[in-house]
């Protein structure tokens, strides 16, 4: 083979490998100048997570919210419930049927989360609404998350106040408040029925 082929061919060989080294280098470089996506921090392990309900039970998806979130971080659930006392009673009054609707309320709630492996604690809390009693829970105990039911604007319920409670929620626990939509179907009476 004349000496100027042999040239050419390593000419060429040299220019093809210096493009591949060339290609990869580009790669390697440029992925180390790329920008991560920027993700939240995960929530820490452990800690406290407060579901709070008044009524004849648990609401069961925010239940199951609750239970999902301590298992994924092996928090305790701490299961909350507002004895209502009528404003026309005192309230200290005896409330034995109240009391002991809650009772069972909270004790149905905690086999259910026993039975998913996370760990619980019960409260039981006499207030004139459900929503002072969350109030005055927050105020004098600290929780890593929330998981509250929010039913719909009815009768009574102000958009201004749902977004004022929601904001005191926000200041009050550490890491996030979740929100789950009724599910339960209420029916409003007409006006002058």
Do not use: C, H
Not at 81 to 93: M, R
Not at 103 to 120: M, P, R
């Amino acid at each position: 083979m004349p000496s100027g082929t042999v040239g050419l061919i390593v000419a060429a060989v040299l220019f093809v490998v210096g493009i591949g080294v060339g290609l990869i280098l580009f790669y390697l470089i440029s992925l180390g100048r790329r920008q991560r996506p920027v993700t939240a921090a995960a929530p820490a392990k452990g800690g406290r997570i407060l579901l709070p309900f008044s009524g004849e039970s648990a609401p069961r998806q925010a239940l199951e919210v609750a239970i999902n979130l301590a298992r994924a971080r092996d928090a305790k659930l701490v299961l909350f419930y507002v004895a209502i006392v009528p404003v026309t009673l005192n309230i200290e009054a005896e409330l034995t049927r109240e009391v002991e609707k809650g009772f069972n309320a909270l004790e149905k709630a905690e086999q259910i989360a026993k039975w998913s492996g996370v760990d619980t604690e019960i409260r039981l809390e006499r207030e004139r609404t459900a929503r002072r009693g969350m109030i005055e829970m927050l105020k004098r105990e600290p929780f890593d998350s929330m998981v509250i039911e929010m039913k719909g604007a009815g009768p009574g319920l102000k958009l201004e106040r749902q977004i004022e409670d929601i904001s005191y929620l926000f200041q009050r626990v550490k890491e996030e408040v979740v929100i789950v939509r009724s599910s339960r179907e209420t029916a409003v009476a007409p006006r002058g029925e």
